[in-house]
């Protein structure tokens, strides 16, 4: 079992910045693939942005690309998501999830969430 809590979410100005922090409960942290996904009130959960276990690939949802960068320190079993040049529709729940490598498919695990809001 894998326990994610994710931090840093809360409220800025349009154009600013904020980073998200997931940290994870899992031993073997880099056995690991990470994401983080979005959901704003009213609207399905959206993909955001991936890493790969030791972190040689990620991958971004078109919305957020040149915007927003996923990375890890594996040695502190946390993963990151700077967020530069907000949006209000970056308004959301952030969620980060984990999948062990070599799977495919959905996320096996969830964390709470944290939240996200953008003023215009």
């Known amino acids: 079992q894998v326990q994610l809590v994710e931090s840093g979410g809360g409220l800025v100005q349009a154009g600013g910045s904020l980073r998200l922090s997931c940290t994870a409960s899992?031993?073997?942290?880099?056995?690991?693939?990470m994401g983080w996904f979005r959901q704003a009130p009213g609207k399905e959960r959206a993909f955001v942005a991936a890493i790969s276990g030791r972190g040689g690939s990620t991958n971004y949802g078109d919305s957020v690309k040149g915007r927003f960068t996923i990375s890890r320190d594996n040695a502190k079993n946390t993963v990151y998501l700077q967020m530069n040049s907000l949006k209000p529709e970056d308004t959301a729940d952030y969620y980060c999830?984990?999948?062990?490598?070599?799977?495919?498919?959905?996320?096996?695990?969830w964390g709470q969430g944290t939240q996200v809001t953008v003023s215009s």
């Open positions: 999830a984990a999948r062990r490598i070599g799977r495919t498919g959905g996320y096996d695990y």
């Open positions: 899992a031993r073997s942290f880099s056995n690991y693939d």
